[in-house]
């Protein structure tokens, strides 16, 4: 019988899942909305039912098992979401083992970022090589490793927290407890922030704040040139550290690419001896939202044979 898995991107917002089959190609798909204010339970029982629905459609197939992408820190050796302001109620519970038990199938749990960075790597931008790093740039920025094909953890499993690198010495504040943290001068998030604090208007959405930059507003252009420098830093420090041939960006915000990329080139070619000395590519990712969706779905084929 033909295998399948089911991939879920559990946020805030949305709750997706998707059949996805071994060669990548999407077999039914469910959308709907994370109900955070019905409770934890609630919210587990909807995955579990999105997963049934699926399940039962899917009978003439065999399930591989289930990966979960989520907001936050992961322990991935306990199954647990660490410290994620998007999900309450889910800090410190055994979210993986709850769903296993509901559902009697093998449950991945996974950051969304590395489940979105494992995607671009699956069927992305990122399909012709083995090593690479993504950055998701959204409210805040996130990142993913894939070495060797594998989704770098660390030894609890919050490696790959870019958004967190400092850029800038004695930059922004940032909720996690440092200062001039990349997601508080290059996130959709800070440049909203930046077109407050130069009085283009108080409510701005960053959309809004490129089309001023196109319309040959100075101070606009300025909120992505600051942006892109701030990227070009973290990626020269990146590439420095990985030489990976692929680096890959993400997010909304990449319908500015055209006013962020040149600042941000300019910083890598000048930081890193690397770049100026390798073919290392720094691209858009292709997949946009569904890469969690696909990376999710891809981590029980890629885990099969391992206990995690
Ligand atoms: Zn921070």
């Known amino acids: 019988m033909p295998e399948y898995s089911i991939g879920v991107d559990l946020g805030g917002t949305n709750l997706r899942a998707a059949a996805i089959s071994r060669s990548g190609e999407i077999l039914d798909k469910i959308s709907g909305t994370t109900d955070l204010s019905a409770g934890r339970d609630a919210v587990v029982g909807d995955i579990a039912s999105s997963i049934r629905a699926m399940r039962g459609r899917a009978r003439n197939s065999v399930l591989a098992g289930v990966g979960i992408g989520v907001p936050g820190f992961i322990d991935i050796e306990k199954g647990f979401i660490v410290g994620s302001n998007n999900l309450p109620g889910f800090d410190d519970f055994p979210v993986r083992d709850e769903i296993e038990r509901l559902l009697g199938t093998r449950v991945i749990l996974e950051n969304d970022a590395n489940?979105?960075?494992?995607?671009?790597?699956?069927?992305?931008?990122?399909?012709?090589?083995?090593?690479?790093?993504?950055?998701t740039l959204g409210t805040g920025i996130g990142g993913g490793i894939i070495a060797r094909g594998r989704i770098v953890h660390g030894f609890v499993g919050m490696a790959g927290e870019f958004g967190h690198m400092t850029v800038i010495p004695n930059g922004n504040p940032c909720g996690c407890g440092n200062y001039g943290c990349l997601e508080k001068h290059?996130?959709?998030?800070?440049?909203?922030?930046?077109?407050?604090?130069?009085?283009?208007?108080?409510?701005?959405?960053?959309?809004?704040?490129?089309?001023?930059?196109?319309?040959?507003?100075?101070?606009?252009?300025?909120?992505?040139?600051?942006?892109?420098?701030?990227?070009?830093?973290?990626?020269?420090?990146?590439?420095?550290?990985?030489?990976?041939?692929?680096?890959?960006?993400?997010?909304?915000?990449?319908?500015?690419?055209?006013?962020?990329?040149?600042?941000?080139?300019?910083?890598?070619?000048?930081?890193?001896?690397?770049?100026?000395?390798?073919?290392?590519?720094?691209?858009?990712?292709?997949?946009?939202?569904?890469?969690?969706?696909?990376?999710?779905?891809?981590?029980?084929?890629?885990?099969?044979?391992?206990?995690?």
Request: with cysteine; proline share 3%.
């Open 186 to 308: 290059a996130s959709a998030t800070a440049i909203v922030a930046m077109a407050r604090m130069l009085s283009l208007g108080s409510d701005l959405t960053s959309e809004e704040v490129y089309r001023l930059a196109e319309a040959g507003n100075e101070r606009a252009m300025m909120c992505f040139r600051t942006m892109g420098e701030a990227l070009g830093i973290a990626l020269a420090n990146l590439i420095n550290a990985f030489n990976f041939p692929l680096y890959l960006l993400s997010g909304g915000v990449l319908a500015a690419w055209d006013r962020f990329a040149p600042p941000m080139m300019e910083q890598i070619r000048l930081r890193s001896f690397t770049f100026r000395n390798t073919q290392t590519h720094v691209e858009k990712a292709i997949l946009g939202s569904e890469a969690g969706l696909f990376g999710a779905a891809y981590l029980p084929f890629v885990h099969l044979k391992m206990d995690r």
């Open 115 to 135: 489940a979105a960075a494992m995607g671009e790597k699956w069927i992305g931008a990122g399909k012709d090589v083995n090593d690479l790093v993504l950055l």
